[in-house]
Structure formats: structure tokens, C-alpha cells
Nanobody, 129 residues
Framework: QVQLVESGGGLVQAGGSLRLSCAAS????????MGWFRQAPGKEREFVAA????????YYSDSVKGRFTISRDNAENAVYLQMNSLEPEDTAVYHC??????????????????????WGQGTQVTVSS
């Protein structure tokens, strides 16, 4: 079992910044990728960003590219999401996700929620206009 704990959400004005953190813990697991997804009320959970654990290659949705930056700390099994130039449309619950089964290596699975087998509880990000 792997536990993911997020932190760093909150309320910010449009144009502001927030940094989300997620730490993975558990026994005998290997990470292949970690990502961030978000879910706004009444909407499907959508991909935000991901990072390949071995290569460090990063992936972003078009809606956040150029504003958000994902990074990782291999030693701490942690992933971060630096969010700049926040917009009201970024308001959502942000979930951290981990791939320990290598699913994200196949096709476009890194962008798909089914590529990840562990999820955090989520942290609320609210951007006011």
C-alpha cells in the first residue's frame, strides 16, 4: 500500500501563485510516474501535469502549460506543483496520483487517470476574481 498526502492548497486571488506538495510513503514500492489531476464541481477529473520518475520528463495539459511547473524529489518520493498566474478557472480539488505498476509507460496513459493506481485525498485550490 502507498499513501499519498497532499498539502499547499488554499485561497488566492487571480494572478497569484500556490505551491502544492505530495509525499508518497509505504513499504516496498517503486514509482514510475507521479501526476496531478484536478476536479471542479460537476466536472470530470482532468489531467494537469505529470513527471516520469526515472527520466524526469514532464507532461502538461494545454490549459496549464507555461503557468504550472511540476517537479520531483526522488529521495523524498515527493512531487510538487508550482502554480503561477492562477485563474478562476483553475479552481478545483487537486489530487496527487502515483503509478507503481508501470501503466504510464504505455500509449498516452500518463495523461489518463487509469494510468495511476494510488491517489491522494485532494487539496482545495480556490482562485478568486
Amino acid at each position: 500500500q502507498v499513501q499519498l498526502v497532499e498539502s499547499g492548497g488554499g485561497l488566492v486571488q487571480a494572478g497569484g501563485s500556490l505551491r502544492l506538495s505530495c509525499a508518497a510513503s509505504g513499504r516496498s514500492f517503486r514509482l514510475y510516474a507521479m501526476g496531478w489531476f484536478r476536479q471542479a464541481p460537476g466536472k470530470e477529473r482532468e489531467f494537469v501535469a505529470a513527471v516520469s520518475w526515472s527520466s524526469g520528463f514532464t507532461y502538461y495539459s494545454d490549459s496549464v502549460k507555461g503557468r504550472f511547473t511540476i517537479s520531483r524529489d526522488n529521495a523524498e518520493n515527493a512531487v510538487y506543483l508550482q502554480m503561477n498566474s492562477l485563474e478562476p478557472e483553475d479552481t478545483a480539488v487537486y489530487h496527487c496520483a502515483a503509478d507503481t505498476l508501470k501503466r504510464t509507460y504505455y500509449g498516452d496513459s500518463v495523461f489518463d487517470k487509469y494510468g495511476y493506481d494510488y491517489w491522494g485525498q485532494g487539496t482545495q485550490v480556490t482562485v478568486s476574481s
